[in-house]
């Protein structure tokens, strides 16, 4: 897609309560970020995807079906268009959000009416330098059943697809004709440009190479660590194993600031390891701290 004329997915976490606090956000007038928005929320089926998840849970449990729990409810679409071309008006836009719903039936292989009873669709209408955009909310959860389409690359396609066609339908806009208008560019000499350019190359490099030392300081540390944590967990040395667990969750949430894919793939190696000894005290394991870090980041 075009820049400011795009369709983001995201994948709504953090079970019932990101549920709803998204839910809550998006029609929160009172959000810094919503100043100059005009919110109309077009189709108000929230309850309707709590219940969805609500009502699979109540049926595996009935049914004494382990695991399969669901912690992301929903998948958020926003589209926005670019201030610059015709702008559509609520109706116009409630058409291309339920547009997007019949197209995605059709994809999901959901009937229709069922696919929008779980769809929550929000407008937010930007008076200010922000683009207007929709923001439609589908069900992961349908009839007890998680719809992994719902998640996927052929859903974005979809609502990609149908939001052009609409905007083309309603408003004669065509996304392939469109060309972006370039902001705070005035008369500036092209060498001046191209200096600046560089100039905000070599602090990003800056930047990189400063996070890297760091990184390398911080693996280097992680090691020692590691293998102190390590070798007193599997002999079951609990006095030192609590200590050293401390300072290797510390590391690696350092770690994890600068690079997440390095964090990632520590916490794989300190999963196989706590897995030796499943009966171990939680004061013992690197990954409960991890856990209580995580916890105090969320509430704050």
């Known amino acids: 897609m075009i820049k400011n004329w795009t369709v983001k997915t995201r994948q709504i976490k953090k079970s019932a309560n990101g549920f709803i606090n998204y839910i809550n956000y998006l029609k929160s007038h009172t959000a810094s970020s919503h100043a100059d928005t005009h919110i109309v929320v077009l189709d108000d089926n929230a309850k ?34 670019p201030k610059d071309i ?4 609520v109706k116009e836009w ?7 719903v019949k197209q995605l039936s059709k994809t999901l292989n959901i009937p229709y009416e069922k696919l929008l009873k779980h769809s929550h669709i929000v407008l937010h209408k930007e008076n200010g330098s922000k683009n207007s955009h929709l923001n439609l909310v589908v ?19 979809t609502v990609k697809k149908s939001f052009n066609m609409s905007v083309k339908k309603l408003l004669n ?102 897995s030796l000894r499943p009966d171990a005290p939680e004061e013992a394991r690197v990954s409960t701290k991890r856990k209580r870090r995580r916890r105090r980041q969320n509430k704050s």
């Open 94 to 100: 409630h058409k291309i959000g339920r547009f997007a």
């Open 86 to 89: 015709k702008q559509p008006t």
């Open 173 to 274: 806009e065509d996304n392939y004709k469109y060309v972006p208008k370039q902001n705070n560019v005035g008369d500036k000499p092209l060498w001046l440009a191209r200096e600046e350019a560089a100039e905000t190359l070599k602090q990003q490099v800056k930047l990189y190479n400063r996070g890297l030392k760091k990184l390398k300081s911080l693996l280097a540390t992680l090691k020692l660590n590691f293998i102190n944590w390590s070798t007193v967990y599997i002999d079951e040395i609990e006095s030192k194993a609590n200590k050293n667990a401390i300072n290797t969750a510390r590391t690696v949430n350092e770690i994890e600031k600068i690079s997440e894919s390095s964090a990632n793939e520590v916490n794989r190696l300190i999963e196989k390891i706590e």
């Open 139 to 157: 069900s992961n959860v349908i009839d007890l059943k998680v719809e992994k389409k719902i998640t996927q690359f052929a859903a974005t396609h």
């Open 48 to 81: 309707n995807i709590l219940a969805a998840v609500d009502e699979r849970k109540h049926y595996r449990k009935l049914n004494r079906l382990k695991g399969g729990s669901v912690s992301n409810y929903a998948t958020s679409f926003v589209m926005s268009l």
